[in-house]
């Protein structure tokens, strides 16, 4: 008994599924990261006597570039980065198929620099999509792979 409504039922990821996700992540590009650091000045301990605020700015914005760039190729090219990857997990538009580079861009901005304030928004204003705020502001979800069909009609089921 099939019908054309369950060819459009889409699995969305689990929040702990996407934290999994984006802590392999993290761990790859803050190892990338910390072997920049250590190759341009010798040392990953940096010895700043004052304006210790000036000191850590200077390594947020070039870190935070670096996922941002991580995030924005990967999700683009494949829907994927190594951790959704290992979790069978991948970005989509938000009514299937490839998302929009504007969209990939926005949701890899808040999970670079403003992370933490996303993922609040995103809980307390959270939609049945279980998407975070940039992501809803990008037109994108985070599935479980399963080729989602491209169609206006989506029914979305949490996994």
């Given at each position: ?15 702990s ?5 984006w ?19 010798g ?15 200077t ?9 941002f760039?991580?995030w ?18 991948k ?28 993922v609040?928004?995103g ?37």
């Amino acid at each position: 008994m099939c019908d054309e409504k369950s060819d459009s039922k889409v699995i969305l990821a689990k929040w702990s599924d996407r934290f999994l996700a984006w802590l392999i992540d993290f761990v790859i590009v803050s190892s990338i990261s910390t072997a920049i650091i250590f190759l341009s000045f010798g040392t990953i301990h940096y010895e700043f006597d004052q304006d210790w605020l000036w000191a850590e700015s200077t390594q947020y914005i070039p870190v935070s570039t670096l996922f941002f760039v991580y995030w924005v190729i990967l999700e683009y090219k494949t829907g994927q980065t190594v951790g959704k990857k290992i979790l069978n997990l991948k970005v989509t538009g938000i009514k299937g198929g490839k998302p929009k580079l504007s969209g990939v861009m926005l949701s890899g901005f808040g999970k670079s620099f403003l992370l933490p304030i996303d993922v609040i928004l995103g809980w307390i204003l959270t939609n049945e999509k279980r998407q975070r705020i940039f992501n809803k502001l990008g037109d994108t979800v985070t599935v479980k792979i399963k080729d989602a069909p491209e169609t206006s009609d989506m029914e979305y089921v949490k996994d």
